[in-house]
């Protein structure tokens, strides 16, 4: 069995300004650039080290399966063409054979390759760029930082396990306590609102008296 180790690769500046590989900024105007392969294996490995902060094994045929490249496991399979892709673009490196780290965040796209996108996507950064920049960083820190968290706590993990997840990927601390008490508590009161909504629907309808008009 041929295995693939991968870590994360953090960065102070990019963790902070950068984008998860699973919004819909990288979708929008990263995609293009990455190709859909490589940008599938990049959302697939966040989504791990979501669960694995310290880093994760794959094994090389399992995961190129459950991509669709089939199970191929040579340097020249789909699945390592789409990291020499990822290291083309700085968003991966390896530092020994079958072991890299890789980017739990995405930098904005470069001018370059912006000037390469269909014009549409490039009035759409535009736009993108200037509501950003009504934006503090801090506040786009938190607001990355939030909605991690609550999709931590989809996948089942408790409160001391979603603050480490956000220190690993590089928040400050403080943004990383208050961001996981913010999303376990609305997470708590949307699970119980959907509780609720499954119990009404399943409870039995209380039948009608006789005689009662049950059209009123």
Same mark, same amino acid.
């Given at each position: 069995?041929?295995?693939?180790?991968?870590?994360?690769?953090?960065?102070p500046?990019?963790?902070?300004?950068?984008?998860?590989?699973?919004?819909?900024?990288?979708?929008?105007?990263?995609?293009?650039?990455?190709? @859909?392969?490589?940008?599938?294996?990049?959302r697939?490995?966040?989504?791990?080290?979501?669960?694995?902060?310290?880093?994760?094994?794959?094994?090389?045929?399992?995961?190129?399966?459950?991509?669709?490249?089939?199970?191929?496991?040579?340097?020249?399979?789909?699945?390592?063409?789409?990291?020499d892709?990822?290291?083309?673009?700085?968003?991966?490196?390896?530092?020994?054979?079958?072991?890299?780290?890789?980017?739990?965040?995405?930098?904005?796209?470069?001018?370059?390759?912006?000037?390469? #996108?269909?014009?549409?996507?490039?009035?759409?950064?535009?736009?993108?760029?200037?509501?950003?920049?009504?934006?503090? @960083?801090?506040?786009?820190?938190?607001?990355?930082?939030?909605? #991690?968290?609550?999709?931590?706590?989809?996948q089942?993990?408790?409160l001391?396990?979603?603050?480490?997840?956000?220190?690993?990927?590089?928040?400050?601390?403080?943004?990383?306590?208050?961001?996981?008490?913010?999303?376990?508590?609305?997470?708590?009161?949307?699970?119980?609102?959907?509780?609720?909504?499954?119990?009404?629907?399943?409870?039995?309808?209380?039948?009608?008296?006789?005689?009662?008009?049950?059209?009123?």
């Amino acid at each position: 069995m041929t295995t693939l180790t991968i870590a994360a690769w953090p960065d102070p500046i990019i963790d902070t300004l950068g984008h998860d590989p699973r919004s819909d900024y990288v979708e929008r105007f990263w995609l293009p650039t990455l190709g @859909p392969t490589s940008l599938l294996l990049l959302r697939r490995i966040a989504s791990h080290l979501d669960r694995e902060p310290d880093g994760c094994t794959f094994d090389v045929a399992d995961l190129s399966q459950s991509m669709g490249l089939g199970a191929r496991e040579g340097t020249s399979s789909p699945l390592f063409r789409s990291l020499d892709r990822l290291m083309q673009f700085e968003l991966a490196c390896s530092p020994a054979s079958r072991t890299y780290a890789v980017r739990r965040t995405v930098p904005p796209v470069s001018r370059r390759h912006i000037a390469r #996108l269909p014009l549409s996507l490039q009035r759409a950064h535009e736009v993108w760029l200037e509501e950003r920049l009504s934006t503090s @960083p801090l506040e786009h820190a938190r607001n990355r930082a939030r909605r #991690l968290a609550f999709v931590l706590f989809e996948q089942g993990d408790d409160l001391d396990a979603v603050e480490h997840a956000l220190l690993g990927v590089g928040f400050h601390p403080s943004i990383c306590r208050e961001s996981a008490v913010w999303a376990h508590e609305r997470h708590r009161v949307a699970f119980e609102a959907v509780a609720g909504a499954s119990a009404a629907s399943a409870a039995p309808a209380v039948p009608a008296a006789p005689g009662q008009d049950t059209a009123a």
